[in-house]
């Protein structure tokens, strides 16, 4: 089922319930190196925000989605 848009569509959904409730922004952080989650995202409207960071649980890259 990998490949076919599920995750997507969840996401969407999900971002669409935010925004509705009043969120005025929605953030994400996926690993750098991780191109198809990234891609995801992007499609999806998030756009970097900064460069990759080191955190407690490894290296992200911020993510950001407004309304």
Same mark, same amino acid.
């Given at each position: 089922? +990998?490949? +076919? ?19 005025? +922004? ?33 290296? +992200? ?7």
């Amino acid at each position: 089922m +990998v490949g +076919v848009g599920h995750g997507s569509a969840f996401i969407s959904m999900r971002m669409q319930a935010l925004f509705d409730e009043g969120a005025p +922004v929605i953030a994400t952080d996926p690993h750098p190196d991780n191109a198809r989650a990234i891609a995801v995202y992007k499609k999806l409207g998030f756009e970097p925000f900064g460069p990759p960071q080191k955190t407690q649980w490894g290296l +992200v890259l911020p993510m950001l989605a407004k309304n």
